[in-house]
């Protein structure tokens, strides 16, 4: 099995005038590799997965695939709240290649603890691929448990998970009752280095787009005991927070836009380009870093 700890990057979908932008995600991909980036989320939801069709999700893949040639580590986002259709898009991914699936806390239908056990449980039974759980009750409503988190741990397939909730007293819970074989990545770039500490392995990030060399070497250090990291993470801390301006993942690719890296900040509806005031604000918050 592949190594999944590290700085992993949630790749956005960058668009041009409704279709799929090849160019700048090449652009994107080699900007990331050259960062030193330990591996790659793609179609989760910073790739507006609900906005793809299935077909543009599996070239999207292949595409990442054939262009990262096998140095990192390629995990796909393959949850919704339909079970049928978790394992359905998990078995689809294991086809393509893929070296692990995460997988989203089902949202709005609100299962209860069992049944989110029940359904992590058939999708990790249904494919061939390790499971990684995905806690963001901030966009999912339900929430894993400790125990559930705990329970789920020990079926073989299951291999760890992405905790977005900010919350390190609960991180640390997680990686005290899941022992260190159990990955432990953050879901949430403002506190990713305290969840290392805590003993995590690393992130899922959505800041390594613009940051990749930077996060990789500080989560590299804090893994490493080195905490002086953090000073100069603190740097960066109104940057990253203006990532979050407006939902994930409208800012950062207006960030990459004014880098850049990608041709156009274009979304797919109902998400729509970073209003004016908040775009003055990210390229003075990027301005003050170096950035721009």
């Given at each position: 099995m592949k190594d999944f700890s590290g700085v992993f990057t949630a790749l956005i979908t960058p668009f041009k005038d409704g279709e799929i932008d090849w160019k700048s995600l090449q652009k994107l991909v080699r900007f990331q590799l050259d960062g030193g980036i330990n591996g790659f989320v793609v179609i989760g939801t910073t790739a507006e997965s609900p906005n793809l069709t299935p077909q543009e999700k599996q070239k999207l893949f292949e595409y990442v695939k054939s262009e990262s040639a096998g140095q990192v580590p390629l995990i796909v986002g393959t949850g919704s709240n339909s079970t049928s259709e978790t394992i359905?898009?998990?078995?689809?991914?294991a086809r393509w290649g893929a070296d692990a699936a995460l997988v989203v806390v089902p949202y709005y239908n609100r299962p209860p603890q069992r049944g989110l056990f029940?359904?992590?449980q058939k999708v990790a039974e249904c494919s061939d691929l390790p499971v990684i759980l995905y806690n963001v009750p901030s966009r999912t409503v339900a929430k894993l448990e400790l125990e559930t988190i705990k329970e789920l741990?020990?079926?073989?397939?299951?291999?760890?998970?992405?905790?977005?909730?900010?919350d390190i007293g609960f991180a640390r819970q997680i990686a005290h009752d899941c022992g260190k074989s159990f990955l432990l990545s953050s879901g949430d770039d403002g506190t990713y280095l305290d969840l290392v500490a805590?003993?995590?392995?690393?992130?899922?990030?959505?800041?390594?787009?613009?940051?990749p060399k930077e996060f990789t070497t500080w989560c590299d250090r804090v893994r490493k005991g080195d905490q002086t990291a953090k000073q100069e993470f603190s740097r960066y801390a109104?940057?990253?927070a203006g990532l979050y301006l407006e939902s994930n993942p409208i800012p950062v690719k207006m960030a990459l836009h004014l880098m850049n890296i990608i041709e156009s900040p274009e979304l797919r509806l109902p998400l729509v380009t970073l209003s004016e005031p908040y775009k003055a604000e990210l390229k003075?918050?990027?301005?003050?870093?170096?950035?721009?």
């Open positions: 359905a898009a998990t078995q689809a991914a029940a359904h992590y741990s020990h079926l073989p397939k299951i291999i760890g998970i992405k905790e977005a909730t900010g805590a003993g995590g392995h690393g992130t899922i990030a959505v800041a390594s787009h613009i940051l109104e940057l990253i003075n918050r990027m301005m003050a870093v170096g950035l721009l």
